[in-house]
């Protein structure tokens, strides 16, 4: 998203402002009214992990990502389908490619897909067809490495006016080794995915930082946090130019924070939990409400005017 789309007004006549978030217990891509009520069912994969998710609204496709269950099938898979439930289209399908896909972006003048594979231990974008499929960043190769959690790749958002990309990459449960990094968004002339001379290390010491998402007006980065308070299960925020610096907690007391999107417009955020509630509250922290309470294990969340 450009910084000019991250602050144009938001529901326009003809418009409504609408949730689509995940249940990763029951496989289900649920949407809501902003306030929790009107809650639909979109579609429902039982067996499936779903847990990255986006909304093209300019064409009317919602985007999500599928973590596989078995890292030897590489069985995760990126899917696409229409807001209304129908026309359902795999994009990248299990058995090849993927291990489990986590949160996703979109780059849509430029036509392509971004996540992190987190297992994979890599940072990947693709055509949003799904076709040329690339790795940016890779941490490791096969089932060894993977057992080391440091190497996972987790969250992920996208600077484009400036070419770069962030994500997180979360470390053992509450070890205090999670980390969020930055990089350009093109593997530098010369160098690939496994040798770049670019990456950054901006936090590190975290419990598990999850998703991202960022404020690009106001140079401002956001994120979740699974781990144990006094820093986990919270929602956190940070200066992008200088984050160590000035990383504070906005809010807390998430029951294992996965889920963010930004309403930059309306000056608020919407966020979810493993424990299955859905929250907003204004970008500072304030103002918190529980839209949903203990109403499944909700992973991937975004706001979107449709």
């Known amino acids: 998203m450009s910084e000019a789309e991250a602050r144009t007004p938001a529901a326009s006549s003809g418009k409504a402002e609408r949730l689509f978030f995940l249940d990763i217990n029951d496989g289900r891509i649920l949407s809501s009214a902003i306030d929790g009520t009107d809650l639909k069912l979109i579609i429902q994969r039982p067996g499936r992990s779903p847990d990255g998710v986006l909304v093209d609204s300019e064409n009317g496709w919602l985007y999500w990502t599928e973590m596989g269950n078995d890292y030897n099938a590489h069985d995760g898979s990126i899917e696409r389908i229409d807001l209304d439930g129908g026309n359902h289209v795999t994009l990248i399908a299990p058995g090849g490619t993927l291990v489990t896909p986590k949160q996703i972006q979109i780059d849509r003048d430029g036509g392509k ?3 992190c594979d987190r297992e994979g231990m890599r940072v990947m974008r693709a055509n ?17 490495d993977s057992a080391d959690i440091e190497r996972w790749c987790v969250g992920i958002a996208l600077d484009l006016p400036r070419g770069q990309i962030y994500w997180t990459q979360k470390g053992p449960p509450d070890a205090g080794l999670g980390r969020i990094f930055r990089a350009g968004i093109n593997i530098p002339e010369g ?15 975290l419990p598990e930082p999850i998703d991202l998402e960022l404020d690009l007006a106001t140079r401002t980065i956001y994120w979740t946090d699974r781990g144990n308070l006094p820093r986990g299960n919270t929602v956190n925020r940070a200066n992008m130019d200088k ?3 000035t990383s504070e907690v906005v809010l807390e007391g998430l029951d294992e924070g996965i889920g963010l999107s930004l309403d930059l417009p309306n000056n608020r955020m919407f ?10 509250a204004s ?4 103002g918190e409400r529980e839209l949903l309470h203990h109403a499944g294990s909700f992973t991937g969340i975004v706001y979107a005017v449709v």
């Not at 067809?129 to 060894?144: C, K, Y």
């Not at 970008?283 to 304030?286: F, K």
């Open 113 to 115: 897909l971004y996540w």
């Open 128 to 144: 949003i067809d799904g076709s040329d499929i690339e790795t940016l960043v890779q941490n490791g190769d096969g089932r060894a």
């Open 191 to 205: 160098e690939t995915a496994t040798s770049r001379s670019d990456i950054e290390t901006l936090l590190d010491k």
């Open 243 to 245: 984050v160590a610096a």
């Open 271 to 280: 966020f979810t939990d493993i424990g299955g509630n859905l929250y907003s």
């Open 283 to 286: 970008l500072d922290g304030t």
